[in-house]
């Protein structure tokens, strides 16, 4: 079966990758031609654990190839995967310009039957939409059918979780289109995935009710955390023990400085902005995304309260990635926390293993400096703020950290560390929820 994927951004360079794995042969097609040109060179254009070797394997088999004229790889492909971005707009609404603009192109090209698979995450109703976009555009009257096949995986796990997913959801309304769909993942099926199959408005409120409930989660942790500080008990405990309730679930409550990347900032604002439309107000969404906001402030405040003025302080980051394990910054927790430390006063010192080249782009100060590694940052500080759980600052030498700060003060905005552990090291450590923090 040939496949063309739209997109060669997290979900659409995993997911072509991984049909051609799965013995699919695919074009990805993007219209950043730089981008095209890099992936013929083998060069990935971000940090995912796994992708260059899985991305490798593929073409070398002669199942993956990537063009940036979208007419020759369409021709060739029964089925067209849509992986673009859907961005906020800035106002809390989606931003469907990306895929419009794919639907318009499509409309031009296709002349015969093709399955649309949309695979970016879009508000409901868009699935219908689109489809009447490419049909107004079609110059010969060509059978289409549209399927919805929202995307779950994660950043920095992406490609175990496209491979082994929790689920597959597809929203089809053929027949046809079905068993195309149930045909590319044949290989979930032999490993007892288990598929939703179902209509498109419900493939598209999966998605949005499925990451709204992650962050509802991540907003609640992260209030509990706030009430154990000023009560002198252990959010980690309490999370532990709510975790064994198995309707509860243990994942998804580790407290921090609220959640971000590209996915549940802009999901929960559309969900949000979609119950408002509908006369149906998802409340709950809304104070998840207040408590959010929030959560970001109370983050400064705690530095503010540990460090004293922040008026000429050097303070060092260890973490710019929204996550560990990628290299994405998009509504990363660290650009408002570090901007609301640079507008205090503060010079900043900051490091993360993947994320510095985007970060760059994100925040521009004279007051903030990149180092080459953790040990580079810390020296002179005044305090250190720990952002991003990444692997290799859970086993620093902080005998050696503690030499080169200024102050040993750590705002552990991660619980990374045991509390008792650093407070024998000679820190003055703070974390989030973890017993009265003496600042
Ligand atoms: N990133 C995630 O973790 C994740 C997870 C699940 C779902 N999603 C959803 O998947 C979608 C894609 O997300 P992403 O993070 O991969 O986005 P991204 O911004 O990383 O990539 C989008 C790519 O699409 C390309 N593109 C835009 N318009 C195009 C066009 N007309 N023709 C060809 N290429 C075009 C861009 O150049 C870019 O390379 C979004 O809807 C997102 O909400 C993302």
Redesign the pocket.
Same mark, same amino acid.
């Given at each position: 079966m040939n496949i063309t994927m739209? %997109?060669? %951004?997290?979900? +659409?360079? !995993?997911s072509g990758a991984g049909l051609a794995d799965f013995g699919m042969r695919v074009i990805c097609?993007?219209? &950043?031609r730089e *981008?095209i040109q890099k992936l013929h060179k083998g060069e990935i @254009?971000?940090y995912e654990p796994g992708l260059e070797e899985l991305v490798q394997r593929n073409v070398k088999n002669g199942r993956l190839s990537f063009d940036?004229n979208?007419e020759t790889a369409v021709d060739r492909s029964l089925v067209i995967f849509v992986?673009?971005?859907? @961005?906020d707009n800035g106002q809390g609404q989606t931003d469907l310009s990306? !895929?419009e603009? !794919?639907a318009e192109?499509l409309g031009e090209i296709i002349d015969d039957y093709k399955v649309l698979v949309l695979?970016?995450?879009?508000p409901v109703g868009t699935n219908n939409w689109f489809k009447k976009m490419v049909q107004k555009k079609l110059k010969k009257r060509s059978n289409i059918d549209i399927v919805s096949n @929202?995307?779950?995986? *994660?950043?920095g796990s992406?490609i175990e979780d496209f491979m082994r997913p929790d689920r597959v959801v597809i929203g089809a309304e053929s027949p046809r289109a079905l068993a195309i769909m149930k045909d590319i993942y044949r290989s979930l099926y032999l490993i007892e995935t288990p598929f939703v199959f179902t209509n498109l408005e419900t493939a598209e409120i999966i998605?949005y009710a499925s990451n709204a409930f992650l962050a509802t989660k991540i907003s609640f942790i992260n209030e509990v955390a706030n009430i154990c500080e000023k009560v002198g008990a252990d959010v980690h405990q309490v999370a532990k023990a709510m975790g064994l309730d198995k309707r509860i679930g243990s994942k998804f409550l580790h407290p921090g400085p609220g959640f971000g +990347?590209?996915?549940f900032p802009?999901?929960t604002h559309a969900f949000a902005f979609l119950g408002k439309k509908l006369g149906s107000p998802v409340s709950i969404v809304e104070s998840v995304i207040k408590v959010n906001r929030n959560q970001r402030r109370v983050m400064v405040e705690k530095i503010e309260k540990a460090v004293g003025s922040l008026e000429g302080k050097m303070i060092a980051i260890l973490g710019l990635a929204f996550k560990p394990n990628t290299s &994405?910054v *998009?509504e990363s927790p660290a650009i408002d926390i570090i901007q609301a430390l640079l507008q205090k006063g503060a010079k900043v010192k900051a490091y993360d293993p993947e994320g510095m080249d985007e970060f760059k782009k994100a925040v521009n100060s004279i007051n903030l400096t990149y180092g080459i590694d953790a040990y580079s940052v810390v020296k002179g500080v005044d305090g250190l703020v720990i952002l991003t759980e990444w692997n290799e600052f859970r086993n620093l030498d902080l005998k050696e950290v503690k030499k080169l700060m200024a102050q040993p003060l750590i705002v552990d905005l991660r619980n990374i560390y045991e509390p008792e552990r650093m407070s024998e090291l000679g820190y003055h450590y703070i974390g989030v929820g973890r017993g009265v923090n003496p600042a």
């Amino acid at each position: 079966m040939n496949i063309t994927m739209i %997109g060669t %951004g997290y979900v +659409g360079l !995993v997911s072509g990758a991984g049909l051609a794995d799965f013995g699919m042969r695919v074009i990805c097609v993007d219209k &950043d031609r730089e *981008r095209i040109q890099k992936l013929h060179k083998g060069e990935i @254009p971000f940090y995912e654990p796994g992708l260059e070797e899985l991305v490798q394997r593929n073409v070398k088999n002669g199942r993956l190839s990537f063009d940036s004229n979208l007419e020759t790889a369409v021709d060739r492909s029964l089925v067209i995967f849509v992986a673009v971005g859907t @961005p906020d707009n800035g106002q809390g609404q989606t931003d469907l310009s990306q !895929v419009e603009e !794919v639907a318009e192109s499509l409309g031009e090209i296709i002349d015969d039957y093709k399955v649309l698979v949309l695979k970016s995450t879009v508000p409901v109703g868009t699935n219908n939409w689109f489809k009447k976009m490419v049909q107004k555009k079609l110059k010969k009257r060509s059978n289409i059918d549209i399927v919805s096949n @929202p995307e779950f995986l *994660r950043e920095g796990s992406a490609i175990e979780d496209f491979m082994r997913p929790d689920r597959v959801v597809i929203g089809a309304e053929s027949p046809r289109a079905l068993a195309i769909m149930k045909d590319i993942y044949r290989s979930l099926y032999l490993i007892e995935t288990p598929f939703v199959f179902t209509n498109l408005e419900t493939a598209e409120i999966i998605k949005y009710a499925s990451n709204a409930f992650l962050a509802t989660k991540i907003s609640f942790i992260n209030e509990v955390a706030n009430i154990c500080e000023k009560v002198g008990a252990d959010v980690h405990q309490v999370a532990k023990a709510m975790g064994l309730d198995k309707r509860i679930g243990s994942k998804f409550l580790h407290p921090g400085p609220g959640f971000g +990347g590209s996915c549940f900032p802009k999901d929960t604002h559309a969900f949000a902005f979609l119950g408002k439309k509908l006369g149906s107000p998802v409340s709950i969404v809304e104070s998840v995304i207040k408590v959010n906001r929030n959560q970001r402030r109370v983050m400064v405040e705690k530095i503010e309260k540990a460090v004293g003025s922040l008026e000429g302080k050097m303070i060092a980051i260890l973490g710019l990635a929204f996550k560990p394990n990628t290299s &994405d910054v *998009r509504e990363s927790p660290a650009i408002d926390i570090i901007q609301a430390l640079l507008q205090k006063g503060a010079k900043v010192k900051a490091y993360d293993p993947e994320g510095m080249d985007e970060f760059k782009k994100a925040v521009n100060s004279i007051n903030l400096t990149y180092g080459i590694d953790a040990y580079s940052v810390v020296k002179g500080v005044d305090g250190l703020v720990i952002l991003t759980e990444w692997n290799e600052f859970r086993n620093l030498d902080l005998k050696e950290v503690k030499k080169l700060m200024a102050q040993p003060l750590i705002v552990d905005l991660r619980n990374i560390y045991e509390p008792e552990r650093m407070s024998e090291l000679g820190y003055h450590y703070i974390g989030v929820g973890r017993g009265v923090n003496p600042a």
